[in-house]
């Protein structure tokens, strides 16, 4: 089954403690992107990888990190996560990096709800 | 400052009768827009697209409207079902941008039966 599935699906941690959310997908798709959900505030992107090694900043990277070793794979790190970075957290997938009209699209992972204390 | 808004956070309709969802864009360089659907518990999932050459596209119950001259889209939804109630999102890109999604806050829709 084609899918992108995120680990933790749920995780509370204390301020300063770093962590790993870790995201995979089965299509081979190049793309790959993580976003926050924030009440009010829809979803706003953290962070995007073209492909293998080729990462990019979004709209709100304050905080976080990512890598792209495979292809397959997109982890995103919170050295030392704080209290205002407890969000929905989701990780997002697509063939194409760049496209034009067409109808590609993003594929969603399940969601990371992330409290920290 | 958000380039995509939906200004209403939630609309109930009945069983049957068209759902209307909104959304309003800022950044003229948008040429691609798109609509998710969330469940509780889920990710977004693709509804319906459309491309800045078109005014119109419709999927089964699904119909997006795009005027381009006032920077809105619309979603409506034919005849609404109970399956239906879930969070909207619209979103936009400008397709030489990376596909960069910029998303709307989401319209909470609830279908009572």
């Known amino acids: 089954e084609a899918q992108v599935t995120q680990n933790p699906r749920y995780l509370i941690t204390v301020t300063g403690k770093k962590l790993t959310v870790t995201c995979s997908q089965n299509?081979?798709?190049?793309?790959m992107s993580w976003y926050r959900q924030d009440p009010g505030l829809g979803l706003r992107q953290i962070y995007y990888?073209?492909?293998?090694?080729?990462?990019d900043k979004g709209d709100v990277p304050e905080g976080y990190k990512v890598s792209r070793k495979e292809k397959r794979n997109f982890p995103l790190i919170l050295e030392s996560p704080s209290p205002n970075q407890t969000s929905l957290y989701f990780c997002?997938?697509?063939?194409?990096?760049?496209?034009?009209?067409?109808?590609?699209?993003?594929?969603f992972g399940p969601g990371t709800r992330l409290t920290v204390l | 400052d958000q380039q995509v808004k939906q200004n209403s956070p939630s609309l109930s309709v009945q069983e049957g009768r068209i759902s209307i969802l909104n959304c309003d864009y800022t950044?003229?360089?948008?040429?691609?827009f798109l609509w998710y659907k969330k469940y509780p518990a889920e990710g977004p999932t693709f509804l319906i697209s459309?491309?800045?050459?078109?005014d119109k596209n419709e999927d089964g119950r699904f119909t997006v409207f795009l005027n381009k001259s006032a920077k809105h889209l619309s979603l409506h939804i034919v005849p609404s079902q109970p399956g239906d109630s879930a969070v909207y999102f619209c979103?936009?890109?400008?397709?030489?941008?990376?596909?960069?999604?910029?998303f709307g806050s989401g319209t909470q829709l609830t279908v009572l039966p």
């Open positions: 997002a997938s697509s063939l194409l990096a760049r496209t034009s009209g067409s109808t590609d699209t993003q594929y």
């Open positions: 299509m081979n798709h190049e793309y």
């Open positions: 990888s073209m492909n293998v090694e080729v990462t």
């Open positions: 950044n003229s360089m948008f040429d691609y």
């Open positions: 459309i491309s800045s050459i078109k």
């Open positions: 979103a936009a890109t400008d397709s030489g941008s990376a596909r960069q999604l910029t």
